[in-house]
């Protein structure tokens, strides 16, 4: 995503007038909401994506961290029997 960014923070607006308009003689009047409307889905979708993707990490990570406190508490749970054996 940041490369995209990367390329459009060197497009000022007389370039990207020039690139609307080498858009609009492609694709006429009337095939501009058409493409405009598919790039929207197309850019719709990517953010769907990475934040499936996202919301997966986040789930992968929270099981790894209810695993390990799990773990914890039975580490500090036989601490407490063995110093109280050892009392």
């Known amino acids: 995503m940041k ?3 990367l390329l459009f923070d060197f497009l000022g607006g007389g370039e990207l007038f020039i690139v609307f308009l080498a858009i609009l003689l492609l694709f006429g009047g009337k095939g501009m909401p058409t493409v405009m409307r598919n ?19 986040q789930e992968s990570t929270n099981n790894i961290k209810k695993e390990i406190e799990k773990q914890a508490n039975v580490i500090e749970e036989k601490a407490k029997e063995t110093s109280k054996e050892l009392e």
């Open 3 to 5: 490369t995209v960014l």
């Open 39 to 57: 790039l929207g889905r197309g850019i719709r979708q990517f953010k769907d994506a990475t934040a499936g993707i996202q919301r997966d990490i």
